[in-house]
């Protein structure tokens, strides 16, 4: 097993990680052998969907906490990245994001994700509570310090079923992150387009976030249900 302690982030984008911002190293350099998580707190200014035909799809990832259905703004929510070893034996660190939409108290969108960093070296999220779908990832630092983040090939999993999901029928992330100085707020921008359909959800928004210490497990309620081991 290897020794590095660097971050799957910083390995899988080898010399560009260190011209990120040196907040998003620290924000993206949280691994087991780094010896801390990351918690974010704060507010998506806005959360946007695509037209009423991109609904029921939506609607069916939020059975598995892939995506938020909800459109919203000024939405209140945490991020929690925690690194954790699963039960292949695999680094692997939690994007679980919780929105609480003010005007449905009770009813948390959840869009929940895990990632490793592939035999190959790329960087794999896996989407939702079951890790049905496996997407290969794409980081690259910008000029002015930020990290550009783009989903590729999408992978379904589910018992013995296997195939490349069709893009017809998903989307393509395309996530931005910066750090204000002048606030000492992380900004994150994400759009999720269709190739033929063009934009089906996206969100902006602002959070400061807090470094524990890794003293042990992640939190239950950020880890999967189950874990694929195929990548």
Avoid at 75 to 88: G, I, L
Avoid at 156 to 167: D, H, L, Q, T
Wanted: charge should be positive.
């Amino acid at each position: 097993m290897s020794t590095d302690t660097r971050s799957m982030f910083a390995l899988a984008m080898g010399d560009e990680f260190a011209q990120l911002h040196p907040m998003l190293q620290r924000r993206f350099g949280v691994s087991l052998g780094a010896g801390y998580a990351c918690v974010g707190r704060g507010e998506m200014l806005r959360i946007r969907r695509g037209p009423w035909w991109t609904v029921p799809f939506l609607h069916i990832g939020r059975i598995r906490n892939i995506l938020a259905p909800f459109p919203g703004e000024r939405v209140p929510f945490t991020v929690e990245n925690h690194p954790y070893r699963d039960p292949y034996g695999r680094e692997t660190v939690t994007f679980v994001r919780t929105f609480a939409y003010p005007d449905r108290p009770g009813r948390p969108g959840r869009f929940d994700a895990t990632m490793i960093r592939g035999h190959d070296g790329r960087i794999v999220d896996y989407l939702g509570t079951h890790q049905h779908l496996a997407v290969d990832l794409e980081l690259h630092a910008l000029p002015d310090g930020s990290l550009r983040l783009t989903s590729d090939a999408q992978r379904f999993y589910a018992g013995p079923v296997a195939f490349r999901f069709p893009m017809l029928f998903s989307g393509r992330a395309d996530l931005r992150e910066s750090f204000d100085d002048a606030t000492g707020q992380y900004v994150i921008r994400l759009e999720v387009r269709n190739r033929f359909f063009g934009f089906l959800f996206g969100y902006e928004g602002r959070f400061v976030c807090e470094f524990p210490a890794v003293d042990g497990p992640p939190p239950p309620h950020v880890l999967p249900v189950r874990h694929e081991r195929r990548e």
